[in-house]
């Protein structure tokens, strides 16, 4: 899996996990973790940046695609910290799928890929 969409699935997993005070202390603090980190190295970007990651659970969809391009211009996707907070938030969410490797994706020369459950892609390559 790329940096941007490791960074991506761990704030989607979490917004969708609905993070609340039932939440265990543990995936709350990974959460928190990410989310600070981030906002820390998106400051770089701009107000505008930090603003997005506030909108995520208000506009998912607005929020993926402009979040791709601050998360790739901070460097943010190739910030280890980030990287590792990342994969905390997706282990702790989901234990199973971290085991059997669902977040360790290679694709290194790969044409037309997509990363995620349920997708559809129509491809044409000549």
């Known amino acids: 899996m790329t940096g941007v969409e490791l960074v991506l699935a ?39 940046a930090a603003e997005v990651l506030e909108a995520q659970e208000t506009e998912p969809g607005v929020f993926e695609a402009r979040m791709r391009e601050y998360v ?9 910290a980030i990287l590792e907070a990342a994969r905390r938030v997706l282990a702790l969410l989901d234990p199973s799928g971290n085991e059997q490797g669902k977040y360790t994706v290679d694709v290194g020369d790969a044409k037309g890929v997509q990363i995620g459950d349920h997708n559809t892609q129509t491809n044409t390559f000549s």
């Open 10 to 48: 761990a704030l989607a997993a979490g917004a969708a996990g609905g993070i609340t005070e039932a939440t265990s202390s543990s995936i709350r603090e990974g959460y928190a973790t990410l989310r600070d980190l981030l906002r820390r190295k998106l400051s770089s970007q701009g107000g505008e």
């Open 72 to 80: 790739v211009g901070s460097g943010a996707d190739q910030d280890e």
